[in-house]
């Protein structure tokens, strides 16, 4: 049986629909969903699974340690991802505390865990983007939700089971499902219907002169690339340890926004603007994910190109009125 987490969110929803393409249906999932009008819910509809537990439920069974079946493996993608939210309390509680409880637990019973991470450990990037051990030490995340992420790769080291589970640090992800995280959704997300409609669409100004206005740079990553990183990690059980999750090549917004407008059949126009209050001195301006360490593992598959990717996704969106 497998446990999965977030399961109704964007990644955590694409593991699921994997999951039920490969035959496994034997799996609890986790979410935390209000009520029927729950955006999130579209993300279930068609999934197979045997159970459903409300998050707040699940860690108290958890620590209770009331857990029935003969669990597997924990797949934890259940986290806040804002980066953007304020709330230090909640990320403690709901990003570290949640992820700890569950470690201890799938530690004592011998239950393989998988768990999401995060590139926004990596801060600004000055020191790299490394997932060596001794790297993953030196990160300085550069808000809340990196700081969370960071805590709990930091736990994983400091108690010794970096040889017991497996950390995923997702990069720039991107695709199907992202619809219901508003603000935080993908720009490819958020652009499409206008670009689409109006041929024209918005990036953010660059206020380091050594870089053009949308020529910061990110590791994007189609998200089936990026499930597929996770399938290959609960289908090789004797592998361990925090990996980086991206495609190992940075691309400008500019390419991005190049790729979203031919994948509409339409010529580039793009305006650029200022960034939110505050978010100046937290933007990343680069990030680009060193993949040696999950390649020296035997991961041969390469990655979609972003271009394919856009193309693919932009597919997708042209199909659903809710975007």
Aim: net charge positive.
């Amino acid at each position: 049986m497998i446990v999965l987490t977030g399961a109704a969110g964007f990644i955590g929803s694409c593991i699921l629909s994997v999951l039920n393409a490969s035959g496994k249906k034997d799996i609890v999932i986790v979410d935390e969903l209000a009520g029927d009008a729950d955006p999130k819910k579209k993300n279930l509809a068609g999934k197979e699974f045997t159970d459903f537990f409300d998050k707040k439920d699940f860690i108290k069974l958890i620590r209770d340690d009331k857990v029935k079946g003969n669990i597997d493996c924990v797949i934890h993608m259940g986290a806040c991802s804002s980066t953007t939210l304020q709330d230090a309390q909640y990320f403690e509680e709901n990003n570290f505390l949640y992820s700890r409880d569950l470690a201890k637990w799938c530690l004592k019973r011998k239950v393989r865990l998988i768990y999401a991470s995060s590139a926004a450990t990596y801060g600004d990037g000055s020191g790299g983007y490394n997932d060596a051990d001794e790297s993953t030490r030196r990160c300085r995340p550069l808000n809340l939700y990196g700081e969370s992420k960071q805590k709990f790769d930091l736990w994983v080291l400091d108690n010794g089971v970096i040889d017991k589970v497996v950390g995923l640090k997702f990069f720039n992800v991107f695709g199907p499902n992202e619809y219901h995280k508003g603000d935080m959704q993908s720009v490819v997300a958020k652009a499409y219907t206008r670009v689409a409609s109006e041929g024209t669409m918005s990036l953010f100004k660059s206020y380091k002169k050594e870089y053009a206005h949308g020529e910061q740079k990110r590791d994007f990553i189609y998200i089936k690339d990026a499930v597929d990183i996770v399938m290959y990690f609960l289908n090789n059980s004797t592998l361990h340890g925090i990996y980086n999750v991206g495609t190992g090549k940075a691309r400008t917004w500019n390419d991005l926004a190049g790729a979203l407008f031919s994948s509409v059949g339409k010529k580039p126009n793009i305006e650029y603007v200022d960034m939110p209050p505050g978010l100046e001195q937290r933007y990343q301006y680069f990030t680009q994910a060193d993949m040696e360490k999950l390649r020296k593992t035997g991961y041969k598959k390469a990655m979609m190109t972003l271009e394919d990717s856009i193309k693919d996704y932009g597919k997708y969106l042209s199909q659903h009125a809710y975007l």
